[in-house]
């Protein structure tokens, strides 16, 4: 069976309410039912995690790799910007991780488009909406 976990960051909890212009107005509670609807009836087993507070997500990717978990889809949100400790904790975690971005970040502030964790990634996905989410699920079960 394989064993993926989705993490978001800081302020998704807030999807659906918070600028909907960017993110739109489905909620983490959406894209979690729309995610195991795609894997139904397969062997996976999906893990959804999102926390505001860096120390708490780092922890949890630690947890994966303890768990012996076959990929991370991770979307993490400003700390993607900002955190070198967010990065070496996937680098650490040795379990194959997918970075998905809602919005276009290389459309979006400067700031915004440059990534940390991107080079402890196998892939990025951005600007794709949620959809962005199916296409890194669909990519880790093909590995």
């Known amino acids: 069976?394989?064993?993926?976990?989705?993490?978001?960051?800081?302020?998704?909890?807030?999807?659906?309410?918070?600028?909907?212009?960017?993110y739109g107005r489905a909620t983490l509670a959406d894209l979690?039912?729309?995610?195991?609807?795609?894997?139904?009836?397969q062997a996976v087993e999906l893990e959804f995690f999102q926390s505001n507070h860096?120390?708490?997500?780092?922890d949890r990717i630690a947890s994966l790799a303890d768990r012996k978990f076959s990929g991370i889809i991770i979307n993490?949100?400003?700390l993607t910007h900002t955190s070198v400790a967010l990065r070496d904790a996937l680098l650490g975690a040795g379990v194959p991780?997918?970075?998905?971005?809602?919005s276009n970040i290389y459309k979006?502030?400067?700031f915004r488009q440059r990534s940390l964790t991107a080079p402890a990634c196998l892939a990025v996905i951005t600007g794709?909406?949620?959809?962005?989410?199916?296409?890194?699920?669909?990519?880790?079960?093909?590995r």
Do not use: C, S, T, W
């Open 1 to 22: 069976m394989k064993k993926i976990a989705i993490i978001n960051g800081p302020n998704l909890d807030r999807l659906g309410q918070r600028e909907p212009e960017i």
């Open 32 to 41: 979690e039912q729309a995610l195991r609807a795609e894997v139904a009836g």
């Open 54 to 58: 860096e120390g708490a997500i780092i």
């Open 76 to 78: 993490g949100a400003a």
């Open 97 to 102: 991780a997918v970075e998905v971005h809602i």
């Open 108 to 110: 979006r502030e400067e």
């Open 128 to 142: 794709l909406g949620l959809e962005g989410y199916h296409a890194a699920l669909r990519f880790l079960l093909k």
